[in-house]
């Protein structure tokens, strides 16, 4: 079966950090540009990131620059979101999504991608 696996969630103060991961499951990442998005409850799902195939390209939504960073390790199958600074605007369910290849990569649309994963929690709460 052919998933994204998202982890590494939880329940943060503001100002906190976490990392979150994305495993590709049943095929390998390396083939598509991986995006993250998020969504908080009652809001359309909204794109925070991009990075190209290769790594050598990255976006970032205007709400999150800075403060987030994302990386992949293509031998390890896994991309990254290195979630900094965190406010309490940023609680919402974070998704992994894999999608077509584009360089420079750009923040597309959900409906663009092809593979998603369950999603992980992100509660910033003080």
């Known amino acids: 079966q052919l998933q994204l696996v998202e982890s590494g969630g939880g329940l943060v103060q503001p100002g906190g950090s976490l990392r979150l991961s994305c495993a590709g499951s049943?095929?390998?990442?390396?083939?598509?540009?991986i995006g993250w998005f998020r969504q908080a409850p009652g809001k359309e799902r909204e794109g925070v990131s991009c990075?190209?195939?290769?790594?050598?390209?990255?976006a970032y939504a205007g709400s999150v620059k800075g403060r987030f960073t994302i990386s992949r390790d293509n031998a390890k199958n896994t991309v990254y979101l290195q979630i900094n600074s965190l406010k309490l605007e940023d609680t919402a369910v974070y998704y992994c999504?894999?999608?077509?290849?584009?360089?420079?990569?750009?923040?597309?649309?959900?409906?663009?991608?092809?593979?998603w994963g369950q999603g992980t929690q992100v509660t910033v709460s003080s």
């Open positions: 999504a894999a999608g077509p290849v584009a360089y420079p990569c750009y923040i597309n649309q959900p409906d663009d991608n092809i593979y």
């Open positions: 049943g095929f390998t990442l390396d083939y598509y540009n």
């Open positions: 990075i190209s195939r290769s790594g050598g390209s990255t």
